[in-house]
C-alpha cells in the first residue's frame, strides 16, 4: 500500500512520498508545485517502479489535486490503483505523519539551505537513509474486526445526533 503526501519548506517544494508499508521503505518526488499534474507524475513513478501484478492501495488526505478529472480519468486506466481517503486520526496517517516529522526534526529544521536545489537534496539524503537504515514495516495496532466495529459505532453516533437535532 503507498501512502502520498504534500511537504513544503518556506513554498519551495512539495514532497510527494509513497510510504511501502510491507517493508517500511519510501519513494518520493520533489516538485516545484503542487498540483494535478505533479501528482499524476508521482503516481506514474509508483506505476513503473512497482511489480505490475500488484494492486496498489493509494491512501491520501483529502487535497483537491487528488481528485481531479485528469486524476480520475488516468486511474480509470489503470485499475490496480485503488485510492483511499482517510480521516486525520487514522492510525496509519499517524504512522507517515511521524515519519514527515523525523524530515523534519532531523533533516531540515536546524539547516539553512541556499537555494532549492540544496533543500531537494537534503530531502533525498534523508529519503535514502532512511531506507537503507531505517524502514521497517507497518504494524496494525488493531483488528480488522475492531476497525470496523469503531466505524459502525461512529455511523451510528451520526445517526443518532442527526435525528436528535
Keep these: 500500500e503507498r501512502r502520498t503526501h504534500d511537504y513544503r519548506r518556506h513554498g519551495t517544494a512539495s514532497l510527494y512520498a509513497a510510504f511501502d508499508i510491507l517493508t517500511g521503505k519510501v519513494m518520493g518526488r520533489i516538485t516545484q508545485r503542487h498540483r494535478a499534474r ?8 509508483i506505476d513503473r517502479s512497482t511489480p505490475i501484478e ?3 492501495h493509494v491512501i491520501l488526505d483529502n487535497s483537491s489535486t487528488h481528485k481531479t478529472a485528469a486524476v480520475r480519468e488516468w486511474l480509470e486506466k489503470h485499475p490496480r490503483f485503488k485510492l483511499h481517503f482517510t480521516p486525520t486520526s ?3 496517517l499517524n504512522a507517515v505523519e511521524g515519519w514527515f516529522a523525523q524530515l523534519e526534526r532531523r533533516a531540515l529544521y536546524r539547516d539553512t539551505f541556499s537555494s532549492v536545489a540544496d ?9 535514502e537513509a532512511h531506507n537503507e537504515h531505517s ?3 507497518f504494524r496494525w495496532n488493531k ?5 470496523i466495529g469503531s466505524v459502525h459505532r461512529a455511523k451510528l453516533a451520526v445517526i443518532r445526533n442527526e435525528l436528535l437535532d
Design 38 to 45: 505533479e501528482f499524476l507524475e508521482f503516481l506514474r513513478q
Design 135 to 137: 524502514a521497517k514495516p
Design 143 to 147: 483488528t480488522a474486526e475492531s476497525i
Design 90 to 92: 487514522a492510525s496509519w
Design 54 to 56: 500488484l494492486d496498489l
Design 119 to 127: 533543500l531537494r537534496a537534503a530531502i533525498r539524503r534523508f529519503i
